[in-house]
């Protein structure tokens, strides 16, 4: 029997369980979005947190950007690397940080988050290659596109159970497994983990809907670019999505995106050469 969304929403919404994310990345937001905002603004507010700040400046000298000189302040960062970059590097490093070490149960966590930062990796290729106006933010929606997936893991262990016995016998989605346990699947949940953690509207549309982008207009590209990097990262057998499937990109998400044979070769190769180098991503999870 189908689970009611309203009474499952109570429980996300209610538990005090689902990690909280640093006030100071309110903070830095509201900054962020002021035209007379300068880089040593945004340093000084990740600063005052000084485990983000170490966090940060690790993925930021990280092999996935390959500077040739070490980074050693945020200021200088975002210098470099502009506002948006650094301010969603703070957000994956305090993602990562929040859910490391989760691991129980019949759902893979380590095949979870490597297929999320394969994911991330590809949508960051992806938006760069069709130059889509929310690149900034394509690598945060790939990384947290099944976020909805842990918490059903975490908080609603019975059904994840089932869910995970009827994708073993049937060989199916785990989003359709989903659909059928629940009533709704893990993007909905995701959306609302999202509006915990106050996300921009467009990340917490990516989230809900990149199973099925054709049925929106939120979101802008960064829905149909996470819908297909989702779909690349299953292809290529990077990591885990729960299930052994495959979905079909949507022909809409195609032609919204002009994506034609040469540039899905491009995104793939760049996805490959990216991932080798994200090891930093994955050992923040395990640290």
């Known amino acids: 029997m189908a689970r009611d969304r309203v009474q499952v ?92 070490g989760k691991g129980a149960g019949p759902f893979d966590y380590v095949g979870f988050w490597k297929h999320s930062l394969a994911t991330a990796v590809a949508a960051d290729a992806l938006a760069k290659r069709v130059r889509a106006a929310d690149v900034e933010d394509a690598f945060v929606g790939g990384l947290i596109h099944d976020i909805g997936k842990v918490v059903l893991a975490q908080f609603l262990a019975p059904e994840c159970e089932e869910v995970m016995a009827r994708v073993r016998e049937r060989d199916c989605l785990m989003v359709d497994a989903e659909k059928e346990v629940l009533g709704f699947h893990h993007g909905l949940m995701g959306e609302w983990v999202a509006e915990k953690w106050q996300f921009p509207p467009r990340l917490a549309a990516a989230i809900r809907m990149h199973h099925t982008p054709g049925a929106t207009r939120e979101g802008g590209d960064l829905v149909n670019i996470v819908h297909v990097a989702d779909i690349l990262a299953r292809a290529l057998g990077i990591g885990s999505g729960g299930d052994a499937r495959i979905p079909q990109v949507s022909a809409e998400t195609w032609d919204n995106l002009d994506l034609g044979p040469r540039q899905v070769d491009q995104v793939v190769d760049d996805l490959l050469k990216g991932y080798a180098k994200a090891g930093d991503f994955l050992e923040l999870l395990q640290s």
Do not use: C, W
Not at 43 to 70: C, E, H, M, W
Not at 75 to 87: E, H, M
């Open 9 to 100: 929403r109570k429980v996300i919404e209610g538990t005090q369980e689902i990690p909280t994310l640093p006030t100071v990345l309110a903070k830095i937001n509201e900054v962020v979005r002021n035209p007379r905002a300068s880089a040593n603004d945004v340093g000084t507010l990740i600063s005052q947190d000084q485990a983000l700040t170490a966090k940060t400046l690790r993925l930021v000298n990280s092999a996935f950007y390959g500077f040739p000189r070490k980074i050693s302040n945020i200021t200088r960062a975002i210098v470099i690397l502009g506002f948006q970059k650094v301010k969603n590097l703070a957000l994956t490093a305090s993602v990562l940080d929040a859910f490391k």
